[in-house]
């Protein structure tokens, strides 16, 4: 299994970054097809239950950049479901990833929760665990996820600036 633990400053507040961006769906679509380039991003659901919000997200990212023994497993086209949970309260977003392939040997979760640094502005900790059980080729798929992730969530840091100045919020 392989850990990351990223850590980004936004220029907005744990609050706005947390229900303003992270359960808009405009953010989303935008950041995942806009920014990030991947070929799809659909919600598929969300709702909100007392303190805790709920969200289901299908994301197809791109396949480029993928070593030949993982190509030959995943194929041309990858796809996961992303279910998370955020609590308003403990102020905490939970998630789990589910892979279109290999579902039942591709564990991926996190958390990530923001920390208030004054007037609109927070620092943004993910922690992340990926693990990928298959023989010969698990360490290179946990490591090409993992790499995969920091630059999602380095260049996330940027369009959160951009879209927070752009909503005025």
Same mark, same amino acid.
């Given at each position: 299994?392989?850990?990351?633990?990223?850590?980004?400053?936004? %220029?907005?507040?744990? /609050?706005?970054?947390?229900?303003?961006?992270?359960?808009?769906? /405009?953010?989303?679509?935008?950041?995942?097809?806009? !920014?990030?380039?991947? &070929?799809?991003?659909?919600?598929?659901?969300?709702? @909100?239950?007392?303190?805790?919000?709920?969200?289901?997200?299908?994301?197809? &990212?791109?396949?480029?950049?993928?070593?030949?023994?993982?190509?030959?497993?995943?194929?041309?086209?990858?796809?996961? !479901?992303?279910?998370?949970?955020?609590?308003?309260?403990?102020?905490?977003?939970?998630?789990?990833?589910?892979?279109?392939? @290999?579902?039942?040997?591709?564990?991926? #979760?996190?958390?990530?929760?923001?920390?208030?640094?004054?007037?609109?502005?927070?620092?943004?900790?993910?922690?992340?665990?990926?693990?990928?059980?298959?023989?010969?080729? %698990? %360490?290179?798929?946990?490591?090409?996820?993992?790499?995969?992730?920091?630059?999602?969530?380095?260049? #996330?840091?940027?369009?959160?600036?951009?879209?927070?100045?752009?909503?005025?919020?």
């Amino acid at each position: 299994m392989a850990s990351v633990t990223l850590k980004h400053e936004l %220029g907005c507040s744990a /609050e706005t970054y947390l229900e303003k961006c992270v359960f808009s769906e /405009e953010f989303n679509r935008r950041l995942h097809v806009d !920014i990030l380039k991947f &070929p799809a991003f659909k919600l598929l659901e969300q709702s @909100m239950e007392g303190a805790v919000w709920k969200r289901r997200a299908q994301i197809d &990212p791109p396949t480029t950049g993928v070593p030949g023994p993982l190509k030959k497993v995943i194929g041309d086209k990858l796809s996961y !479901i992303e279910e998370g949970e955020y609590d308003t309260k403990t102020k905490l977003y939970r998630f789990k990833v589910i892979s279109s392939t @290999m579902p039942d040997k591709t564990k991926i #979760s996190g958390e990530l929760h923001c920390d208030n640094n004054g007037d609109k502005k927070c620092t943004r900790i993910a922690k992340l665990d990926v693990e990928v059980k298959v023989f010969m080729i %698990g %360490g290179l798929a946990e490591d090409k996820i993992l790499g995969d992730i920091k630059q999602s969530y380095e260049a #996330s840091s940027k369009f959160v600036d951009e879209y927070v100045k752009e909503k005025g919020l």
